[in-house]
């Protein structure tokens, strides 16, 4: 019974936590390791392309709630999330043709771009405050929880309870089948085998015919989806504040890097690596380990390695010590 318990706890502060977290760092990931592996620059404004495609999804949320709309049990978030695409794209393809477009043209070394995409994200990050504000924005609605801690305990008779959000369920399907489009896509549809093509060898591509502003066009079409998916079911999960996702960024590029830049499987292994790490460093362990020992043997410490304060910081050290002794990443991807 003591097992159970153990196992019950450690599921409901980490491992369903780190499985949501995790989900919603690899669709951040996919994005950052697409933008390198075909535009070839680490674009520093992914995370603030999270915050402006889930800012327009709020904006839309707020009103279909107005006008009596929604899904019922599941969040209203959902209907606007094409309208966050929409809003992300039109607003990377017009970065792209005032901004991007001229350093491509020039032959722009890729620490240049990487220098844009910085003035990039600091406008992205004042027009996203400018138009919601610096504070937190909650804009979740539906049933909050699939399996309250309280029924567990009484169908079960545990000690511990299981709460598992409706957020943290939606996230994983949502992750499972926008992953799942997006390998079909680049796998077996004509404009994915020319992306791939393009990021293998952009001269032989061209020599093949291949459009090089239609490959461009479309990965901002794919990065603006995947941005506001993951921005939406972080948001929704924990809460939307502009600033939270400039921090987000920190982790994202962590994912890919672990992953391997250029690897869109390395970005969701370095997704879930990276949660698991976090979540787990700063958690406190006494709960867990109080069911798995003699009470005689129980720690009067919290058994935790690190404050929450310094979740991120977990990301920098992983990301510090992956680039001096792997640089290409788990799955080898571009050198970084």
């Given at each position: 019974?003591?097992?159970?318990?153990?196992?019950?706890?450690?599921?409901?502060?980490?491992?369903?936590?780190?499985?949501?977290?995790?989900?919603?760092?690899?669709?951040?990931?996919?994005?950052?390791?697409?933008?390198?592996?075909?535009?070839?620059?680490?674009?520093?404004?992914?995370?603030?392309?999270?915050?402006?495609?889930?800012?327009?999804?709020?904006?839309?949320?707020?009103?279909?709630?107005?006008?009596?709309?929604?899904?019922?049990?599941?969040?209203?978030?959902?209907?606007?999330i094409?309208?966050?695409?929409?809003?992300?794209?039109?607003?990377?393809?017009?970065?792209?043709?005032?901004?991007?477009?001229?350093?491509?043209?020039?032959?722009?070394?890729?620490?240049?771009?990487?220098?844009?995409?910085?003035?990039?994200?600091?406008?992205?990050?004042?027009?996203t405050?400018?138009?919601?504000?610096?504070?937190?924005?909650?804009?979740a609605?539906?049933?909050?929880?699939l399996?309250?801690?309280?029924?567990?305990?009484?169908?079960?008779?545990?000690?511990?309870?299981?709460?598992?959000?409706?957020?943290?369920?939606?996230?994983?399907?949502?992750?499972?089948?926008?992953?799942?489009?997006?390998?079909?896509?680049?796998?077996?549809?004509?404009?994915?085998?020319s992306?791939?093509?393009?990021?293998?060898?952009?001269?032989?591509?061209?020599?093949?015919g291949i459009?090089?502003?239609?490959?461009?066009?479309?990965?901002?079409?794919?990065?603006?989806?995947?941005?506001?998916?993951?921005?939406v079911?972080?948001?929704?999960?924990?809460?939307?504040?502009?600033?939270?996702?400039?921090?987000l960024?920190?982790?994202?590029?962590?994912?890919?890097?672990?992953?391997?830049?250029?690897?869109?499987?390395?970005?969701?292994?370095?997704?879930?690596?990276?949660?698991?790490?976090?979540?787990?460093?700063?958690?406190?362990?006494?709960?867990?380990?109080?069911?798995?020992?003699?009470?005689?043997?129980?720690?009067?410490?919290?058994?935790?390695?690190?404050?929450?304060?310094?979740?991120?910081?977990?990301s920098?050290?992983?990301?510090?010590?992956?680039?001096?002794?792997?640089?290409?990443?788990?799955?080898?991807?571009?050198?970084?």
């Amino acid at each position: 019974m003591d097992f159970l318990n153990a196992f019950v706890a450690l599921s409901n502060f980490v491992l369903i936590p780190a499985i949501a977290y995790g989900s919603q760092l690899a669709l951040g990931a996919l994005g950052v390791t697409l933008i390198y592996g075909i535009l070839r620059f680490s674009n520093f404004a992914h995370g603030d392309t999270m915050a402006f495609g889930t800012m327009v999804a709020i904006l839309f949320t707020w009103w279909f709630q107005s006008m009596g709309i929604s899904l019922g049990p599941l969040p209203t978030a959902l209907l606007a999330i094409p309208f966050g695409i929409a809003g992300a794209a039109a607003l990377l393809l017009l970065t792209d043709r005032v901004v991007y477009r001229f350093y491509r043209a020039q032959k722009a070394k890729p620490v240049i771009l990487v220098i844009v995409s910085m003035g990039v994200m600091f406008i992205y990050n004042g027009l996203t405050r400018v138009v919601l504000g610096p504070d937190d924005q909650r804009f979740a609605d539906g049933e909050r929880f699939l399996i309250g801690a309280l029924d567990f305990r009484r169908m079960t008779g545990l000690e511990e309870g299981l709460a598992i959000k409706s957020t943290q369920a939606i996230t994983l399907v949502t992750a499972i089948i926008v992953v799942a489009l997006l390998f079909w896509f680049l796998t077996y549809t004509r404009t994915g085998k020319s992306m791939r093509a393009y990021s293998d060898n952009e001269d032989l591509a061209l020599l093949s015919g291949i459009n090089p502003e239609r490959v461009v066009m479309v990965t901002w079409l794919i990065v603006a989806a995947l941005a506001t998916i993951a921005g939406v079911l972080y948001g929704l999960d924990k809460s939307y504040k502009p600033f939270t996702y400039f921090q987000l960024l920190l982790p994202v590029f962590a994912s890919a890097i672990v992953g391997g830049l250029g690897s869109p499987l390395g970005a969701i292994a370095g997704g879930f690596i990276i949660a698991f790490s976090e979540v787990g460093i700063v958690y406190a362990w006494k709960r867990v380990v109080a069911h798995m020992v003699p009470e005689a043997w129980e720690p009067e410490g919290l058994l935790q390695l690190l404050s929450t304060d310094y979740k991120f910081a977990v990301s920098f050290v992983i990301l510090v010590i992956v680039l001096l002794f792997r640089p290409t990443g788990l799955f080898r991807g571009k050198a970084v």
